[in-house]
Antibody
């Protein structure tokens, strides 16, 4: 059974840093792109970052570019999100998700088929 | 960034109703679109990918259609467990962008 478990959330002051982790099990982690998605309280979903299987390609939403870093350790089946220079607007539940990476007819699609339960990050003084 | 606009933002429906939710992209995205369902306090759940492919295990009352800029999620006969918020997501290019969500409530 695919399982994703996030950890590392908490209360942090504006300008501070936090590192989120996502422990993966039940599948061959090194074969899949992985992603982070967040949801501010009472708001919709926002894609945050995406990372290739071997870590060579990374993509970010503009609002976190230069402040957040996605990384992974395939030997430990772990995905991370290092968050620096945090702002009040970064307050959200952060989910990690697996990208099934479905390909057909020469096209490949980002398909987030498994999600963790989320970890809450609160940025406040 | 590609903007995804869902309509309606919310709707009220009864069990057994046919429900249609639309998602419009600010530019053509081929069929690079997925639909996700989220219930309160829970993680999102994938329903449909590549605009019309149903994820294995998802009930067949869910269907998706569209290509280019206009997409539709249809629930053919609404069940009690379908009351939730639905989001579209374009994966045509980065940054990936979600629609603002459509909340399906009980009438």
């Amino acid at each position: 059974e695919v399982q994703l478990v996030e950890s590392g959330g908490g209360l942090v002051q504006p300008g501070g840093s936090l590192r989120l982790s996502c422990a993966a099990s039940g599948f061959t982690f090194s074969n899949y792109w992985m992603t982070w998605v967040r949801q501010a309280p009472g708001k919709g979903l926002e894609w945050v970052a995406h990372m290739k299987e071997d870590g060579t390609d990374k993509y970010y939403v503009d609002s976190v570019e230069g402040r957040f870093t996605i990384s992974r350790d395939n030997a430990k089946n772990s995905l991370s999100l290092q968050m620096n220079s945090l702002r009040a607007e970064d307050t959200a539940i952060y989910y990690c998700a697996r990208d099934l990476g479905y390909c057909s007819g020469g096209r490949c699609y980002s398909v987030f088929d498994s999600w963790g339960q989320g970890t809450l990050v609160t940025v406040s003084s | 960034a590609i903007q995804m606009t869902q309509s309606p933002s919310s709707l009220s429906a009864s069990v057994g109703d046919r429900v249609t939710i639309t998602c419009r992209a600010s530019q053509g995205i081929s069929n690079d679109l997925g639909w996700y369902q989220q219930k309160p306090g829970r993680a999102p759940k994938l329903l449909i990918y590549a605009a019309s492919s149903l994820l294995s295990g998802v009930p067949s009352r869910f269907s998706g259609s569209g290509s280019g800029t206009d997409f539709t999620l249809t629930i053919s006969s609404l069940q009690l467990e379908d009351f939730a918020t639905y989001y579209c997501l374009q994966d045509y290019n980065y940054p990936l962008t979600f629609g603002q969500g459509t909340k399906v409530e009980i009438k």
